[in-house]
């Protein structure tokens, strides 16, 4: 008797886990999952050991612990001149869960929902188990931006919802207000909710400007916005996401959250909300800290012989690798596996991210993580140097 549903028996095993694998295998210097080898700031940590310490650990409410949610709307207008109740606000199990729920939630059987390829690789498959259509909008290099037209064509009468990830996973790319104020319009023409995604809102590049789309004319209640805890405070095992809007969408969201999670970590909730309110200097110095070793990879890439793309936000540099690898190498996921076997050092292929007929989009590019500490990335340095050297 066949024991796999059909509505996952095609999801094979996620890239991450793939590149891990064969990384732990071959001992390579791990630069591929976006999560990193540093622990989150220590006032963080104190905060969850004092809330262990302080009977916070039976279930939250379902909805989310009130400090939590109270520390998330703060947040928000003190970034963002984005006012919120605290009822505005669901705590999730990270942003994926909140994903997923939000795609159950907003969406039935045979809806669309507009995604931008590349697309982070969880949305999708979370489309396709609900019973859901996606519809592929491409960002093209180097710049990664749309066309406009393109995106128009991609709505239809059954267009229910369009993810937006910005700062996107894995180009880099944050989406300037020019191009949100294009989906906004778009939204508000077909009545369509917008889905956003902001884990590395804190994490920009040269000036950049994270903005939020729920900020614009006529997407307040019409947007929901998804962030979480991980990325800003180097927690990404703490799983505390959120998502916020309108009261109708919210709870949309949670009718689905109650029966995947019903409630996430007490404790580390508690955390959350010390965590967010920490002053205007923490969010500065990890914008700077991270300014830095993003210049130094990419520095260290081109001296290698890649030729990477300059990310404006996020965690990732995407790279064209055509100048490094053997002749045989003929695509992403064997240059992914070469580097590993033969250099000591792991990258993801970006074609994970797209659908089959368009993998070859990317198929001569990689994707390097940032998160790391210096003595990682300095590791990974050595071992690249090594292939311009042999290649001299």
């Not at 989406?175 to 809102?201: F, G, K, P, W």
């Not at 074609?351 to 590791?379: N, P």
């Amino acid at each position: 008797m066949p024991a796999m549903a059909q509505r996952v028996a095609a999801f094979g095993t996620t890239i991450f886990a793939a590149i891990n694998s064969l990384a732990r295998q071959h001992s390579a210097v791990n630069l591929g999952q976006g999560a990193p080898d540093f622990d989150a700031p220590p006032p963080v940590l104190e905060a969850a050991v004092r809330a262990v310490n302080s009977q916070l650990n039976q279930y939250a409410p379902n909805i989310g612990l009130p400090q939590a949610r109270e520390a998330i709307a703060l947040h928000a207008e003190r970034f963002y001149g984005q006012r919120l109740t605290p009822e505005q606000v669901l705590i999730t199990s990270g942003a994926t869960e909140a994903m997923f729920a939000a795609i159950l939630g907003l969406s039935d059987p045979n809806d669309e929902i507009i995604v931008f390829q590349p697309v982070y690789d969880s949305y999708v498959p979370n489309m396709r188990m609900a019973g859901v259509t996606p519809r592929y909008v491409n960002l093209y290099a180097p710049h990664w931006s749309f066309d406009p037209d393109e995106l128009a064509a991609a709505f239809t009468p059954r267009t229910k919802a369009i993810i937006i990830n910005t700062p996107h996973n894995p180009t880099g790319k944050c989406y300037s207000r020019q191009e949100l104020e294009i989906i906004a319009e778009l939204c508000l023409r077909h009545n369509v909710i917008a889905i956003t995604d902001e884990v590395y809102e804190h994490i920009t590049y040269d000036g950049t400007l994270h903005t939020r789309l729920a900020t614009l004319h006529g997407m307040e209640n019409r947007t929901l916005t998804i962030s979480s805890l991980g990325k800003t405070f180097s927690a990404t095992g703490w799983k505390i996401g959120w998502a916020m809007g309108a009261p109708e969408l919210v709870e949309s969201v949670n009718r689905a959250h109650q029966f995947i999670t019903y409630s996430v970590a007490t404790p580390l909730q508690a955390a959350a909300a010390a965590a967010l309110a920490m002053p205007s200097e923490y969010f500065e110095s990890l914008q700077a800290e991270y300014q830095r070793k993003r210049d130094w990879l990419l520095t260290m890439l081109r001296g290698a012989g890649f030729q990477p793309f300059t990310p404006q936000g996020g965690y990732f540099i995407m790279a064209d690798w055509r100048g490094v690898a053997p002749e045989h190498v003929q695509d992403d996921v064997q240059f992914a596996e070469w580097l590993i076997r033969e250099v000591g050092v792991a990258s993801i292929p970006p074609s994970a991210f797209y659908r089959a007929e368009d993998k070859h989009r990317v198929a001569h590019l990689t994707r390097f993580a940032i998160c790391k500490r210096d003595e990682t990335l300095q590791a990974a340095a050595d071992r690249l140097a090594a292939i311009r050297v042999s290649g001299d």
